[in-house]
C-alpha cells in the first residue's frame, strides 16, 4: 500500500471544514481586490488631478471651466472639441508658469524674464510668452480638481472599510476552521491511543506518547491557525498583485514573476535543511517529556537513593541538544530568511531604477508620476507576503516534523473497540495448549493447557518470572496467544473483539489506579449501567464504608491524583469495590492483596468471600495464606505447570508448593496446618 506523505495527510483533515475555508478564501479575494484598488486609485488621483494639472488648455467662451483673468480654460482631455487657442500650464519644481502657445510638457525650464518663458526641447531652445503664477492663482487651476479628489479619497476609504469587513470575516473563518482542524486531530489522536495494544505503551514512555498529543499536536495548530492563513493570505495577495502588475506594465510584471521560482526553490531548501533540524528538536523534546515524567514519577526513589545528581545530569544531556540545534535553527533562520527578502526587495527596486531609468534616457519610456507611484507601492506590498510566507517556513517545517510523529502514532495498529453486547458468561474457562512471547521465540509460557469450571476459585502460584501474570494478560486480552487458544465457555476467545471479551471480566490488580474525581465517579467509572445504589452497595460489601462514611463528603468525596490521600489497602478496598459493581462473571486478582497489611487483608478475605460468590476467579498469589481455599491451584516454573491440586493435596504430596509454603510460615506452620 502506497504510503501517503504528512502534507496530503495534513491536506486532508483540511477538507473536513472546506466549506469554511472556502468561504474565508472566498472573502480574502473581496478583501485583496478591494484593497489593492488602492494604487489605481492612487494613480487616477496622482495623474489626473494633481500632476494633471499642468496640462494643455483651450480658452473657451461658453461660460465654462476655469475663470483666469477674464477668459475660461479647459483642460484639453476634458474639452468637448479642440476649438480656441490652446495655452500650457506649465510646472518647473514648485513653480508654475501660464503659457500662451502649446509647448511640449516634457520640455525643461531655463528662464522667466520680463513676460517670456524660456524653454527647451530636444536640444532646441524655445521662447513663449507667459506669466509665472502666484500660488492663489495656482490653486485657481486646482480648486477643480478637489472635488474629484475628494471623492477618490472617500471612495478609496470606503473600499478600505468594505475591504476590512471582508479580513475580519476572512480571519474568523479560518481560524475557527483551524481550530476545528486541530480539535478533531486531538480527538482523534485521544482516541486512537485508548484503541492501541498495550504492548504499545510498554515499549514507549508516557512522556513521549504525552508530547505527541500536546506539543506535535499544537505545533500543528500553528500551522492551520497561522501558517494557512499566511499562506492562504501571501498567495492571493502576490496573485492580485501580479494581475495589477500585468494591468500597469507587462514587462515590468514579467520581470517581477521571477520571484516565484526564487521563492519556490527557497523552501524546498528550507524543507531539507530547517525539517532535518526540527525533527531532532522534536524528538529532543519528547525525550526531555519522558525525562521530567520518569523523574516525578520516580521522585520518592530518586531522593531515597540520592540520584538528584544523576538525573540532573541526563536531563542537562538532552537539554544542551535542544538548545544546541535549536541554535543552529534560529542561526539558520537569522542568516537565510530575512535576508533573502531583503535581498530580494534592493534587487527589485533596482530593476525599478534601471529599467524607468534607462528607458527615460533613451526616450523609449516615458512614466508618469501617478504611474511610477502605484508600481512602486505595488512591488512593496508585492514583498509583505513574501516577508510573511518565510518567516512562516520555521512554523512550517516544525508543523511537518510534529505532523509525522502524529501521523506515526495514528498509524499504530489499533484494536476493534466494537462493545456490541454479548451473552453473560456462564464463566468456564479453559487454555488449550497455550504457548505465548513477547519477544519473538522467548516463550514466557510453554504449552499450558487447564481447565477452570465456572464458580471455581483458582489460584496461580510460582517464584517471579514463571508466567503468572501473563496467563492474566492473555485472558483479559491485554495480549494474544502465540499459540494455542484460549476457550471461555467453549468459545474461542480470538472469536470476538477485545473488548466485547472484557464486558464481563473484572480485574484487580496489585496497584491499583485512583483516577481523579469522586469516590464514585471512581465505582461506577461514570457508566450509567451502575447506579449510585449499586455503587454504594460495593463499598459496603467489601468494607470501604468504613473510613468512607468518616470523610467530609461521605461517597461524593473528592479523590486528588492516583488517590494519595488514601492508604494503599483504602485504595485497594476501592478497586474491589470497582471490580464488585460491575458484577463480573469472571474475576481477576493479580496480587491484589501483595501490599495489603493484615488487618487490612483480613477486611479483603472477608470482602472477597463476597465478591467471588457466583463467578470464576482466578488468583495470583505471594502469600499462600490466602489461597488455602482455592478449588484449584497451579504451581507455575519457568511457563509451565509443574503441580496441580488443592491446597491439602499439594502440601501432601510435598513438592515445589510444600517447599513454597514452608518457606512463608516456617516448618511447624506447615505440620500444624
Given amino acids: 500500500m502506497k504510503k501517503v506523505s504528512t502534507e496530503k495527510r495534513l491536506f486532508q483533515y483540511a477538507l473536513n471544514y472546506r466549506k469554511t475555508i472556502i468561504i474565508g478564501l472566498v472573502c480574502l479575494m473581496f478583501a485583496v481586490a478591494l484593497e489593492l484598488s488602492g494604487p489605481f486609485i492612487a494613480k487616477r488621483l496622482i495623474d489626473q488631478h494633481i500632476v494633471g494639472v499642468a496640462n494643455h488648455y483651450v480658452v473657451t467662451d461658453n461660460g465654462s471651466g476655469i475663470a483666469f483673468e477674464g477668459e475660461n480654460y479647459v483642460r484639453v482631455d476634458r474639452a468637448d472639441e479642440a476649438e480656441g487657442q490652446v495655452v500650457t500650464l506649465f510646472q518647473d519644481g514648485l513653480d508654475f508658469y501660464l503659457l500662451r502657445d502649446e509647448v511640449s510638457l516634457q520640455a525643461t525650464f531655463t528662464e522667466y524674464s520680463n513676460g517670456e518663458v524660456m524653454l527647451e526641447n530636444d536640444g532646441s531652445p524655445i521662447a513663449v510668452e507667459g506669466e509665472k503664477l502666484s500660488t492663489s492663482e495656482v490653486f485657481t487651476f486646482f480648486q477643480q480638481e478637489v472635488k474629484s479628489i475628494i471623492w477618490l479619497l472617500v471612495l478609496y476609504i470606503s473600499l478600505i472599510l468594505i475591504s476590512s469587513v471582508f479580513v475580519y470575516y476572512k480571519t474568523y473563518l479560518l481560524q475557527y476552521a483551524s481550530n476545528r482542524i486541530i480539535q478533531k486531530m486531538r480527538h482523534d489522536v485521544f482516541h486512537h491511543i485508548q484503541r492501541i495494544p498495550i504492548k504499545y505503551f510498554v515499549d514507549q514512555p508516557a512522556g513521549k506518547i504525552l508530547a505527541r498529543v500536546t506539543n506535535d ?25 501580479f494581475i495589477a502588475l500585468f494591468i500597469l506594465d507587462v514587462k515590468l510584471a514579467l520581470i517581477s514573476l521571477l520571484l516565484v521560482p526564487i521563492l519556490f526553490i527557497w523552501m524546498n531548501v528550507y524543507k531539507k535543511i530547517g525539517g532535518r533540524y526540527n525533527r531532532i528538536i522534536r524528538e529532543t523534546n519528547s525525550n526531555i517529556n519522558a525525562n521530567i515524567n520518569e523523574s516525578i514519577q520516580g521522585m520518592t526513589v530518586i531522593q531515597a537513593y540520592n540520584q538528584t545528581e544523576r538525573m540532573a545530569g541526563e536531563f542537562e544531556v538532552l537539554n544542551e541538544k535542544q538548545r544546541h540545534f535549536q541554535t543552529k535553527m534560529n542561526t539558520f533562520n537569522a542568516f537565510s530568511s530575512f535576508n533573502l527578502v531583503d535581498l530580494l526587495r534592493n534587487v527589485a527596486f533596482v530593476v525599478v531604477i534601471l529599467y524607468f531609468g534607462g528607458g527615460a534616457l533613451d526616450g523609449t519610456t516615458l512614466a508618469s508620476a501617478g504611474l511610477l507611484y502605484a508600481l512602486v507601492d505595488l512591488l512593496t506590498r508585492l514583498f509583505e507576503p513574501v516577508n510573511q510566507i518565510v518567516s512562516q517556513l520555521e512554523q512550517l517545517e516544525l508543523a511537518r516534523a510534529s505532523g509525522q510523529r502524529v501521523f506515526h502514532l495514528l498509524d499504530e495498529k489499533a484494536e476493534d473497540m466494537s462493545d456490541t453486547p454479548i451473552n453473560r458468561y456462564k464463566g468456564n474457562v479453559s487454555f488449550d495448549h497455550v504457548s505465548f512471547a513477547y519477544n519473538k521465540e522467548d516463550y514466557v509460557l510453554k504449552d499450558l493447557s487447564f481447565e477452570i469450571k465456572a464458580g471455581q476459585t483458582a489460584a496461580f502460584v510460582g517464584h517471579t518470572g514463571s508466567g503468572k501474570s501473563t496467563i492474566m494478560n492473555l485472558l483479559f486480552r491485554f495480549y494474544d496467544p502465540t499459540k494455542g487458544k484460549i476457550l471461555i465457555d467453549g468459545i474461542d476467545t480470538g472469536d470476538f473483539a477485545k473488548q466485547q471479551i472484557r464486558q464481563h ?169
Fill in 217 to 241: 499536536t499544537e505545533a500543528i495548530r500553528e500551522l492551520y491557525v497561522k501558517v494557512l492563513e499566511v499562506f492562504a493570505s501571501g498567495i492571493i495577495y502576490m496573485f492580485g498583485i
Fill in 505 to 673: 471480566i473484572g480485574i484487580v490488580l496489585q496497584d491499583p489506579f485512583i483516577f481523579t474525581g469522586t469516590i464514585l465517579s471512581n465505582i461506577t467509572m461514570n457508566d450509567p449501567s451502575v447506579s449510585r445504589e449499586t455503587a454504594i452497595q460495593a463499598l459496603k460489601a467489601v468494607g470501604a464504608d468504613r473510613f468512607i462514611e468518616k470523610l467530609p463528603n461521605q461517597y461524593d468525596e473528592p479523590v486528588k491524583e492516583k488517590g494519595n490521600e488514601f492508604s494503599t489497602g483504602q485504595r485497594q478496598l476501592l478497586s474491589f469495590a470497582r471490580a464488585l459493581a460491575f458484577d463480573p462473571a469472571i474475576l481477576i486478582l493479580d496480587e491484589a492483596t501483595a501490599n495489603i497489611d493484615t488487618e487490612t487483608e483480613g477486611m479483603i478475605q472477608k470482602a472477597l468471600n463476597v465478591l467471588k460468590k457466583g463467578r470464576t476467579t482466578l488468583v495470583i498469589a505471594h502469600r499462600l495464606s490466602t489461597i488455602q481455599q482455592a478449588d484449584q491451584i497451579f504451581v507455575l516454573s519457568h511457563g509451565e505447570i509443574i503441580e496441580e491440586g488443592n491446597h491439602e493435596t499439594l502440601l501432601a504430596d510435598h513438592g515445589e508448593y510444600f517447599k513454597m509454603y514452608e518457606m512463608q510460615l516456617g516448618k511447624k506452620g506447615v505440620q500444624a496446618s
